[in-house]
Protein backbone atom coordinates (compact mmCIF):
# COMPACT_ATOMS: atom_id res chain seq x y z
CA UNK A 1 0.00 0.00 0.00
CA UNK A 2 1.28 2.69 -0.92
CA UNK A 3 1.80 5.61 2.00
CA UNK A 4 2.01 9.43 1.36
CA UNK A 5 4.30 10.17 -1.32
CA UNK A 6 7.82 11.91 0.91
CA UNK A 7 9.10 14.73 -1.14
CA UNK A 8 12.35 14.49 -3.18
CA UNK A 9 15.79 14.80 -2.06
CA UNK A 10 19.07 15.19 -4.27
CA UNK A 11 22.47 15.80 -3.51
CA UNK A 12 24.98 16.65 -6.25
CA UNK A 13 28.82 16.53 -6.55
CA UNK A 14 30.62 18.94 -8.83
CA UNK A 15 34.25 20.16 -8.67
CA UNK A 16 34.97 19.67 -4.87
CA UNK A 17 36.51 17.24 -2.55
CA UNK A 18 33.63 15.86 -1.31
CA UNK A 19 34.01 17.35 2.22
CA UNK A 20 30.60 18.36 2.06
CA UNK A 21 29.16 14.82 1.79
CA UNK A 22 31.12 13.97 4.46
CA UNK A 23 29.83 16.86 6.92
CA UNK A 24 26.47 16.00 5.58
CA UNK A 25 26.87 12.07 6.93
CA UNK A 26 28.31 13.67 10.20
CA UNK A 27 25.24 14.96 11.41
CA UNK A 28 25.02 11.47 12.83
CA UNK A 29 22.00 9.96 13.61
CA UNK A 30 20.13 12.87 12.47
CA UNK A 31 20.54 11.87 8.93
CA UNK A 32 18.28 9.08 9.57
CA UNK A 33 15.32 12.27 10.07
CA UNK A 34 16.51 12.91 6.50
CA UNK A 35 15.98 9.58 4.82
CA UNK A 36 12.21 9.35 6.92
CA UNK A 37 11.21 12.68 5.59
CA UNK A 38 12.91 12.27 1.79
CA UNK A 39 12.46 9.68 -0.70
CA UNK A 40 16.44 10.26 -2.35
CA UNK A 41 16.53 10.66 -6.02
CA UNK A 42 19.69 11.31 -6.82
CA UNK A 43 22.54 11.09 -4.80
CA UNK A 44 25.89 9.46 -6.61
CA UNK A 45 27.75 9.53 -3.55
CA UNK A 46 25.14 7.45 -1.74
CA UNK A 47 22.64 5.62 -3.82
CA UNK A 48 22.93 4.16 -7.41
CA UNK A 49 21.13 6.98 -9.77
CA UNK A 50 22.38 7.75 -12.98
CA UNK A 51 22.11 10.74 -15.23
CA UNK A 52 19.78 9.08 -17.58
CA UNK A 53 17.20 8.66 -14.56
CA UNK A 54 16.93 12.40 -13.52
CA UNK A 55 16.76 13.59 -17.15
CA UNK A 56 13.50 11.49 -17.15
CA UNK A 57 11.67 12.77 -14.12
CA UNK A 58 9.53 15.75 -14.43
CA UNK A 59 10.82 19.44 -14.53
CA UNK A 60 10.49 20.38 -10.85
CA UNK A 61 10.39 16.60 -9.56
CA UNK A 62 12.97 17.29 -6.66
CA UNK A 63 11.52 19.28 -3.98
CA UNK A 64 15.33 19.79 -2.11
CA UNK A 65 18.81 19.72 -3.85
CA UNK A 66 22.39 20.07 -2.17
CA UNK A 67 24.58 20.99 -4.93
CA UNK A 68 27.96 21.33 -3.60
CA UNK A 69 30.95 21.73 -5.81
CA UNK A 70 31.76 24.75 -8.62
CA UNK A 71 31.69 24.59 -11.81
CA UNK A 72 35.46 23.90 -13.52
CA UNK A 73 34.13 21.43 -16.63
CA UNK A 74 31.40 21.11 -19.06
CA UNK A 75 30.27 18.38 -17.51
CA UNK A 76 29.41 20.33 -13.96
CA UNK A 77 27.93 22.82 -16.18
CA UNK A 78 25.89 20.39 -17.71
CA UNK A 79 24.87 19.34 -14.62
CA UNK A 80 24.18 22.05 -12.92
CA UNK A 81 21.43 23.08 -15.39
CA UNK A 82 20.08 19.42 -15.56
CA UNK A 83 19.69 20.07 -11.98
CA UNK A 84 18.02 23.70 -11.53
CA UNK A 85 15.55 22.64 -14.39
CA UNK A 86 14.40 19.60 -12.30
CA UNK A 87 14.69 21.09 -8.76
CA UNK A 88 11.94 23.00 -6.86
CA UNK A 89 14.78 24.11 -4.27
CA UNK A 90 18.07 24.58 -5.16
CA UNK A 91 20.96 25.13 -2.26
CA UNK A 92 24.68 26.31 -3.45
CA UNK A 93 25.73 24.05 -0.84
CA UNK A 94 28.91 24.75 0.48
CA UNK A 95 32.02 27.08 0.16
CA UNK A 96 32.76 25.74 -3.78
CA UNK A 97 29.72 25.50 -5.27
CA UNK A 98 28.76 29.30 -3.22
CA UNK A 99 32.13 30.80 -3.85
CA UNK A 100 34.31 28.98 -5.80
CA UNK A 101 36.47 27.63 -3.11
CA UNK A 102 40.14 26.14 -3.09
CA UNK A 103 39.19 24.95 -7.32
CA UNK A 104 38.70 28.94 -7.44
CA UNK A 105 41.92 29.63 -6.62
CA UNK A 106 42.98 28.46 -10.27
CA UNK A 107 41.71 31.90 -11.45
CA UNK A 108 44.93 33.25 -10.44
CA UNK A 109 46.71 31.39 -12.91
CA UNK A 110 45.35 29.50 -16.59
CA UNK A 111 43.51 26.45 -17.14
CA UNK A 112 46.80 25.53 -18.68
CA UNK A 113 48.68 25.68 -16.17
CA UNK A 114 46.76 24.23 -14.21
CA UNK A 115 46.88 20.97 -16.46
CA UNK A 116 51.15 21.13 -16.62
CA UNK A 117 50.80 20.88 -12.74
CA UNK A 118 48.60 18.25 -12.46
CA UNK A 119 49.51 16.07 -15.72
CA UNK A 120 53.60 17.31 -15.91
CA UNK A 121 55.11 19.40 -13.55
CA UNK A 122 54.62 17.49 -10.08
CA UNK A 123 57.48 15.86 -9.19
CA UNK A 124 55.14 12.96 -8.13
CA UNK A 125 53.80 12.18 -12.21
CA UNK A 126 55.06 9.70 -13.75
CA UNK A 127 53.98 10.93 -17.49
CA UNK A 128 56.79 9.49 -19.42
CA UNK A 129 54.60 10.25 -22.88
CA UNK A 130 53.48 13.65 -21.56
CA UNK A 131 50.06 13.14 -22.21
CA UNK A 132 47.20 15.45 -21.36
CA UNK A 133 43.35 15.09 -21.20
CA UNK A 134 41.95 15.41 -24.63
CA UNK A 135 37.79 16.28 -24.85
CA UNK A 136 38.30 14.03 -28.38
CA UNK A 137 40.05 11.41 -28.64
CA UNK A 138 39.62 9.20 -32.17
CA UNK A 139 39.91 5.35 -30.90
CA UNK A 140 39.23 2.80 -33.72
CA UNK A 141 35.46 2.24 -32.49
CA UNK A 142 34.46 5.76 -33.13
CA UNK A 143 35.42 9.00 -30.66
CA UNK A 144 35.46 9.13 -27.15
CA UNK A 145 34.29 12.46 -25.15
CA UNK A 146 35.38 13.55 -21.75
CA UNK A 147 34.37 16.46 -19.95
CA UNK A 148 35.67 20.05 -21.32
CA UNK A 149 38.00 21.95 -19.09
CA UNK A 150 36.87 25.28 -18.45
CA UNK A 151 39.78 28.72 -18.44
CA UNK A 152 37.91 29.64 -15.53
CA UNK A 153 36.10 28.52 -12.26
CA UNK A 154 32.56 29.49 -11.29
CA UNK A 155 30.34 29.07 -9.00
CA UNK A 156 26.81 27.58 -9.03
CA UNK A 157 25.30 30.71 -9.15
CA UNK A 158 27.41 32.59 -12.09
CA UNK A 159 25.72 29.33 -14.14
CA UNK A 160 22.33 29.06 -13.19
CA UNK A 161 20.09 30.85 -10.52
CA UNK A 162 20.10 29.39 -7.41
CA UNK A 163 17.16 29.88 -4.25
CA UNK A 164 19.80 29.80 -1.19
CA UNK A 165 23.33 29.92 -0.01
CA UNK A 166 24.96 27.77 2.24
CA UNK A 167 28.65 28.54 3.00
CA UNK A 168 31.46 26.61 4.49
CA UNK A 169 34.25 24.61 3.92
CA UNK A 170 32.35 21.91 4.33
CA UNK A 171 29.40 23.75 6.50
CA UNK A 172 28.89 22.69 9.52
CA UNK A 173 27.58 19.42 10.64
CA UNK A 174 24.97 21.26 13.07
CA UNK A 175 24.51 24.01 10.82
CA UNK A 176 23.13 21.34 7.99
CA UNK A 177 21.38 19.77 10.88
CA UNK A 178 19.56 22.88 11.75
CA UNK A 179 18.90 23.70 8.09
CA UNK A 180 17.41 20.05 7.26
CA UNK A 181 15.46 20.10 10.76
CA UNK A 182 13.80 23.50 9.58
CA UNK A 183 13.03 22.13 6.13
CA UNK A 184 11.40 18.90 7.62
CA UNK A 185 9.66 20.71 10.11
CA UNK A 186 8.07 22.96 8.14
CA UNK A 187 9.44 25.98 9.45
CA UNK A 188 9.53 29.10 7.04
CA UNK A 189 12.78 29.56 5.30
CA UNK A 190 14.01 33.27 4.18
CA UNK A 191 12.41 34.13 0.67
CA UNK A 192 14.51 32.46 -1.74
CA UNK A 193 16.60 34.49 -4.29
CA UNK A 194 20.20 33.41 -3.06
CA UNK A 195 19.65 34.01 0.67
CA UNK A 196 21.91 32.65 3.15
CA UNK A 197 20.98 29.94 5.40
CA UNK A 198 22.77 27.49 7.68
CA UNK A 199 25.13 30.74 8.94
CA UNK A 200 25.54 33.35 11.08
CA UNK A 201 25.14 37.27 10.26
CA UNK A 202 28.46 38.44 12.50
CA UNK A 203 31.64 37.95 12.04
CA UNK A 204 33.30 35.15 13.19
CA UNK A 205 35.62 37.01 15.61
CA UNK A 206 32.13 37.47 17.20
CA UNK A 207 32.58 33.83 18.48
CA UNK A 208 36.02 33.66 18.90
CA UNK A 209 36.67 33.60 22.68
CA UNK A 210 40.04 35.28 22.11
CA UNK A 211 41.06 37.98 24.17
CA UNK A 212 40.86 40.91 21.80
CA UNK A 213 43.34 44.21 22.51
CA UNK A 214 43.98 47.04 20.54
CA UNK A 215 46.05 46.06 16.93
CA UNK A 216 49.24 47.90 16.65
CA UNK A 217 50.88 45.23 13.87
CA UNK A 218 54.86 45.64 12.86
CA UNK A 219 54.69 42.56 10.79
CA UNK A 220 52.90 39.40 9.38
CA UNK A 221 54.12 36.21 10.44
CA UNK A 222 52.89 32.90 8.17
CA UNK A 223 51.51 29.81 10.56
CA UNK A 224 54.94 28.19 10.46
CA UNK A 225 56.69 31.19 11.68
CA UNK A 226 55.42 31.51 15.38
CA UNK A 227 54.14 29.75 18.08
CA UNK A 228 50.78 31.82 18.45
CA UNK A 229 49.53 33.03 22.18
CA UNK A 230 46.62 30.40 22.74
CA UNK A 231 44.85 33.19 24.42
CA UNK A 232 45.08 36.40 22.57
CA UNK A 233 43.32 37.55 18.77
CA UNK A 234 45.71 35.89 16.59
CA UNK A 235 45.35 39.09 13.99
CA UNK A 236 47.07 40.73 17.23
CA UNK A 237 49.96 38.80 17.04
CA UNK A 238 50.33 39.71 13.25
CA UNK A 239 48.72 36.10 11.96
CA UNK A 240 46.50 36.95 9.36
CA UNK A 241 43.43 35.74 11.15
CA UNK A 242 40.35 36.37 8.01
CA UNK A 243 37.69 36.15 11.02
CA UNK A 244 36.92 39.57 11.30
CA UNK A 245 36.21 39.94 7.32
CA UNK A 246 34.43 36.23 7.48
CA UNK A 247 30.84 35.27 8.28
CA UNK A 248 30.51 33.41 11.38
CA UNK A 249 28.68 29.80 11.45
CA UNK A 250 31.26 27.70 12.04
CA UNK A 251 31.95 28.52 16.24
CA UNK A 252 35.55 29.82 15.53
CA UNK A 253 36.57 26.41 15.12
CA UNK A 254 39.92 27.27 13.92
CA UNK A 255 40.78 30.01 16.03
CA UNK A 256 39.69 28.01 19.37
CA UNK A 257 42.94 25.34 18.32
CA UNK A 258 45.32 28.27 17.39
CA UNK A 259 45.08 28.47 13.95
CA UNK A 260 43.93 30.87 11.74
CA UNK A 261 40.71 31.71 10.32
CA UNK A 262 41.15 31.16 6.36
CA UNK A 263 37.78 32.65 5.38
CA UNK A 264 35.58 29.54 4.26
CA UNK A 265 32.56 30.81 5.41
CA UNK A 266 32.66 34.01 3.30
CA UNK A 267 31.85 37.69 2.99
CA UNK A 268 29.37 39.19 5.44
CA UNK A 269 26.37 40.63 4.34
CA UNK A 270 26.59 43.64 2.18
CA UNK A 271 30.13 42.96 1.07
CA UNK A 272 30.49 42.00 -2.32
CA UNK A 273 34.31 41.26 -2.13
CA UNK A 274 35.80 39.48 0.96
CA UNK A 275 39.78 39.88 -0.34
CA UNK A 276 39.02 43.43 -0.52
CA UNK A 277 37.33 44.06 2.36
CA UNK A 278 40.43 42.41 4.24
CA UNK A 279 43.30 44.44 2.70
CA UNK A 280 40.75 47.56 4.31
CA UNK A 281 40.93 45.60 7.62
CA UNK A 282 44.52 44.97 7.68
CA UNK A 283 45.73 48.28 6.62
CA UNK A 284 43.70 49.64 9.44
CA UNK A 285 45.98 47.47 12.21
CA UNK A 286 49.10 47.78 10.87
CA UNK A 287 51.21 50.15 13.34
CA UNK A 288 53.60 51.82 11.03
CA UNK A 289 52.90 55.66 10.32
CA UNK A 290 50.58 55.53 13.36
CA UNK A 291 51.80 58.77 15.57
CA UNK A 292 53.23 61.82 14.99
CA UNK A 293 54.15 63.26 11.40
CA UNK A 294 55.43 66.35 11.53
CA UNK A 295 58.21 66.78 9.02
CA UNK A 296 57.51 63.01 7.90
CA UNK A 297 59.33 62.05 4.55
CA UNK A 298 56.88 60.96 2.60
CA UNK A 299 58.49 58.49 0.15
CA UNK A 300 60.17 57.49 3.48
CA UNK A 301 56.80 56.38 5.07
CA UNK A 302 55.75 54.83 1.98
CA UNK A 303 58.87 52.54 1.87
CA UNK A 304 58.43 51.44 5.56
CA UNK A 305 54.64 50.64 5.40
CA UNK A 306 55.36 49.01 2.14
CA UNK A 307 58.20 47.01 3.72
CA UNK A 308 55.61 45.94 6.49
CA UNK A 309 53.03 44.72 3.75
CA UNK A 310 55.92 43.01 2.16
CA UNK A 311 55.74 40.54 5.08
CA UNK A 312 52.46 39.22 4.27
CA UNK A 313 53.48 36.91 1.53
CA UNK A 314 50.72 36.10 -1.04
CA UNK A 315 47.90 38.25 -0.39
CA UNK A 316 45.52 37.37 -3.29
CA UNK A 317 45.71 33.47 -2.35
CA UNK A 318 45.50 34.35 1.71
CA UNK A 319 42.48 36.56 1.18
CA UNK A 320 40.52 35.06 -1.58
CA UNK A 321 41.60 31.41 -0.49
CA UNK A 322 37.91 30.60 -1.04
CA UNK A 323 36.14 33.58 -2.95
CA UNK A 324 38.09 33.88 -5.81
CA UNK A 325 35.87 32.79 -8.58
CA UNK A 326 33.02 35.03 -6.57
CA UNK A 327 35.48 38.24 -5.97
CA UNK A 328 35.04 41.62 -7.79
CA UNK A 329 37.58 40.66 -10.62
CA UNK A 330 36.69 36.92 -10.19
CA UNK A 331 40.03 35.99 -12.10
CA UNK A 332 43.81 36.99 -12.57
CA UNK A 333 44.40 38.61 -16.04
CA UNK A 334 47.24 37.19 -18.37
CA UNK A 335 49.00 39.54 -20.91
CA UNK A 336 48.96 37.70 -24.38
CA UNK A 337 45.47 36.46 -23.39
CA UNK A 338 43.47 39.20 -22.50
CA UNK A 339 45.71 42.24 -22.91
CA UNK A 340 46.62 41.88 -26.61
CA UNK A 341 43.45 40.88 -27.66
CA UNK A 342 41.43 43.67 -25.92
CA UNK A 343 43.52 46.33 -27.90
CA UNK A 344 43.22 44.42 -30.88
CA UNK B 1 46.05 49.29 -30.44
CA UNK B 2 43.02 51.43 -31.71
CA UNK B 3 43.57 54.46 -32.45
CA UNK B 4 40.45 56.26 -30.61
CA UNK B 5 41.46 54.39 -27.42
CA UNK B 6 41.57 57.24 -24.75
CA UNK B 7 41.77 56.04 -21.42
CA UNK B 8 39.25 56.19 -18.41
CA UNK B 9 40.54 57.19 -15.25
CA UNK B 10 38.20 57.24 -12.37
CA UNK B 11 39.54 59.61 -9.66
CA UNK B 12 38.97 59.66 -6.05
CA UNK B 13 39.40 63.08 -5.01
CA UNK B 14 39.24 63.73 -0.95
CA UNK B 15 37.30 66.90 -0.26
CA UNK B 16 39.51 69.35 1.82
CA UNK B 17 42.64 68.94 -0.48
CA UNK B 18 42.61 67.42 -4.09
CA UNK B 19 39.13 68.07 -4.83
CA UNK B 20 40.02 71.78 -4.17
CA UNK B 21 43.31 71.20 -6.38
CA UNK B 22 41.33 69.55 -8.68
CA UNK B 23 39.09 73.16 -8.38
CA UNK B 24 42.20 75.27 -8.48
CA UNK B 25 43.49 73.50 -11.83
CA UNK B 26 40.20 74.56 -13.54
CA UNK B 27 40.00 78.22 -12.06
CA UNK B 28 43.43 78.54 -13.13
CA UNK B 29 42.62 77.42 -16.73
CA UNK B 30 45.22 74.66 -16.35
CA UNK B 31 45.16 72.68 -19.18
CA UNK B 32 45.41 69.01 -18.67
CA UNK B 33 44.47 65.59 -20.11
CA UNK B 34 40.10 65.23 -19.55
CA UNK B 35 40.72 61.49 -19.05
CA UNK B 36 40.02 61.45 -15.64
CA UNK B 37 35.73 61.31 -14.33
CA UNK B 38 36.60 63.00 -10.70
CA UNK B 39 33.98 61.54 -7.65
CA UNK B 40 34.61 63.19 -4.49
CA UNK B 41 34.91 61.64 -1.51
CA UNK B 42 35.34 63.24 2.27
CA UNK B 43 38.63 61.23 2.23
CA UNK B 44 40.71 59.48 0.40
CA UNK B 45 40.29 56.70 3.52
CA UNK B 46 37.06 56.65 2.47
CA UNK B 47 38.38 54.72 -0.85
CA UNK B 48 36.96 51.24 0.02
CA UNK B 49 39.45 48.82 -2.28
CA UNK B 50 36.01 46.99 -3.19
CA UNK B 51 35.61 51.12 -5.22
CA UNK B 52 38.69 50.23 -7.17
CA UNK B 53 38.07 46.55 -7.60
CA UNK B 54 34.47 47.28 -9.04
CA UNK B 55 35.76 50.36 -10.94
CA UNK B 56 38.45 48.27 -12.79
CA UNK B 57 36.01 45.20 -13.45
CA UNK B 58 33.32 47.78 -15.03
CA UNK B 59 35.41 49.57 -17.10
CA UNK B 60 37.91 51.88 -15.68
CA UNK B 61 41.76 51.95 -17.50
CA UNK B 62 42.55 53.08 -14.06
CA UNK B 63 42.11 54.24 -10.99
CA UNK B 64 43.55 57.68 -9.27
CA UNK B 65 43.29 58.51 -5.63
CA UNK B 66 44.07 61.64 -4.07
CA UNK B 67 44.24 63.09 -0.57
CA UNK B 68 46.22 65.45 1.53
CA UNK B 69 49.96 65.26 2.12
CA UNK B 70 50.28 62.92 5.21
CA UNK B 71 50.41 64.98 8.18
CA UNK B 72 47.76 67.50 6.51
CA UNK B 73 44.86 65.32 6.63
CA UNK B 74 41.37 66.48 7.64
CA UNK B 75 40.76 63.95 10.07
CA UNK B 76 44.25 63.01 11.49
CA UNK B 77 45.21 60.35 9.83
CA UNK B 78 42.97 59.11 7.16
CA UNK B 79 45.42 59.35 4.20
CA UNK B 80 47.49 57.26 6.18
CA UNK B 81 45.25 54.53 6.35
CA UNK B 82 44.70 55.32 2.91
CA UNK B 83 48.17 54.85 2.36
CA UNK B 84 48.44 50.97 3.86
CA UNK B 85 45.30 50.39 1.96
CA UNK B 86 47.58 51.17 -1.13
CA UNK B 87 50.27 49.51 -0.41
CA UNK B 88 48.58 46.92 0.49
CA UNK B 89 46.06 46.93 -2.74
CA UNK B 90 49.15 47.38 -4.60
CA UNK B 91 50.80 44.13 -3.96
CA UNK B 92 47.40 42.32 -4.43
CA UNK B 93 46.44 43.49 -8.18
CA UNK B 94 50.11 42.44 -9.24
CA UNK B 95 49.33 38.96 -8.30
CA UNK B 96 46.20 39.77 -10.31
CA UNK B 97 47.53 40.69 -13.33
CA UNK B 98 47.29 44.25 -13.25
CA UNK B 99 50.02 46.63 -13.82
CA UNK B 100 51.07 48.86 -10.88
CA UNK B 101 50.21 52.29 -13.40
CA UNK B 102 46.39 51.42 -13.69
CA UNK B 103 46.07 52.47 -9.99
CA UNK B 104 47.67 55.16 -8.45
CA UNK B 105 48.04 57.45 -4.87
CA UNK B 106 48.96 60.75 -5.27
CA UNK B 107 49.17 63.76 -2.78
CA UNK B 108 47.75 67.23 -4.00
CA UNK B 109 47.21 70.16 -1.33
CA UNK B 110 44.45 72.11 -1.97
CA UNK B 111 47.02 74.92 -3.17
CA UNK B 112 48.30 71.55 -5.78
CA UNK B 113 46.15 72.14 -8.67
CA UNK B 114 49.46 71.70 -11.03
CA UNK B 115 50.16 68.24 -8.95
CA UNK B 116 46.75 66.93 -9.63
CA UNK B 117 47.15 68.10 -13.56
CA UNK B 118 50.42 66.67 -13.66
CA UNK B 119 49.28 63.54 -12.34
CA UNK B 120 46.21 63.29 -14.29
CA UNK B 121 48.97 64.06 -17.75
CA UNK B 122 51.30 61.31 -16.42
CA UNK B 123 48.73 58.79 -15.52
CA UNK B 124 47.00 59.35 -18.83
CA UNK B 125 50.11 58.71 -20.73
CA UNK B 126 51.08 55.86 -18.64
CA UNK B 127 47.82 54.22 -19.62
CA UNK B 128 48.09 55.17 -23.30
CA UNK B 129 51.10 53.62 -23.38
CA UNK B 130 49.89 50.32 -21.61
CA UNK B 131 46.72 49.88 -23.63
CA UNK B 132 42.59 49.54 -22.58
CA UNK B 133 41.84 47.04 -19.32
CA UNK B 134 38.49 46.12 -20.16
CA UNK B 135 38.10 43.31 -17.58
CA UNK B 136 34.67 42.53 -18.61
CA UNK B 137 35.28 41.55 -22.58
CA UNK B 138 39.20 40.42 -22.27
CA UNK B 139 39.41 38.36 -18.44
CA UNK B 140 36.08 37.26 -18.10
CA UNK B 141 35.22 36.55 -21.46
CA UNK B 142 31.63 38.37 -21.57
CA UNK B 143 31.61 38.61 -25.31
CA UNK B 144 32.91 35.72 -25.90
CA UNK B 145 36.48 36.63 -26.35
CA UNK B 146 38.03 34.26 -23.80
CA UNK B 147 39.40 31.01 -25.20
CA UNK B 148 38.00 28.36 -23.16
CA UNK B 149 40.87 25.99 -23.02
CA UNK B 150 40.23 23.39 -25.93
CA UNK B 151 43.10 20.64 -24.88
CA UNK B 152 44.80 21.28 -28.54
CA UNK B 153 46.79 23.92 -27.06
CA UNK B 154 48.45 22.26 -24.43
CA UNK B 155 49.14 18.97 -26.54
CA UNK B 156 51.14 20.85 -29.24
CA UNK B 157 52.97 22.65 -27.38
CA UNK B 158 54.59 19.78 -25.05
Known amino acids: MAAKEKPKFAMYWAASCGGCEISTLNMGDKILAVDEAFDIAFWPCVADFKVKDVEEYPDGYIDLCLFNGAIRNSENEEMAHLLRKKSKILVAFGSCASEGCIPGLSNLTTAEATLRAVYLDNPSTDNPKRALPQPFTKVPEGTIQIPVFYERVKSLDQVVPVDYIMPGCPPEAHQIAAVMDAIITGVPLPPPGGSIIGAGSVAVCEECPRQKNVKRIKRFYRPHEITPDPEICLLEQGIVCMGIATRAGCGALCPRVNMRCEGCYGPLDGVEDQGANMVAAIASVVEEGSGSLAGIDEAELQYRIGAVMDTLVDPAGTFYRFNMAHSLLMRARFMGDGAEKGAA | ?158
Open chain 2, 1 to 158: MDNAYEPVIIGFLCNWCSYRAADLAGTSRLHYAPNMRPIRVMCSARVEPQFVLKALREGADGVLIAGCHPGECHYVDGNIKALRRYELLKRMLRQLGIEEERVQLVWAAASEGNVLADAVNRMTEQLRRLGPLRWRETVLGEDGHMVEHSGEKVAKEV
